[in-house]
């Protein structure tokens, strides 16, 4: 996945109106194009531990809760079929090169 730089975030976050949330409202932007939106409304129930995540993330990023979110779970899925080729361990290499694996239990 590539970052985004922050212009390119600056212009999606004034391309679409937000609620109080800073989300796009229901039905609006953010789907896919065509006539309609791909959008589906869902509700969840967040731990503290997972709400403070969620805010560290979009403060970091300048991206919405939305946005975030989706991303979150576009990664997680993906995390989970590595996972199912790689017996629970995932190997990252650094920037600088150095290798890191991570055991998922």
Known sequence: MGSRSSEDRRQANTEQPRDSQ?????????????GGSSLVRVT???A?????ALDQACE????????TINR?????????ELLER????????T????TEIVHIL
């Open 22 to 34: 800073g989300d796009h409202p229901a039905g609006g932007g953010g789907g896919g194009g065509g």
């Open 44 to 46: 969840v129930n967040l």
């Open 48 to 52: 503290p531990r997972a709400v403070e």
């Open 60 to 67: 970091k990023t300048r991206d919405t809760k939305t946005d």
């Open 72 to 80: 979150a779970l576009v990664v997680y899925n993906l995390v989970l």
């Open 86 to 93: 790689g017996g629970g361990r995932l190997k990252l290499e």
């Open 95 to 98: 920037r600088e090169g150095q």
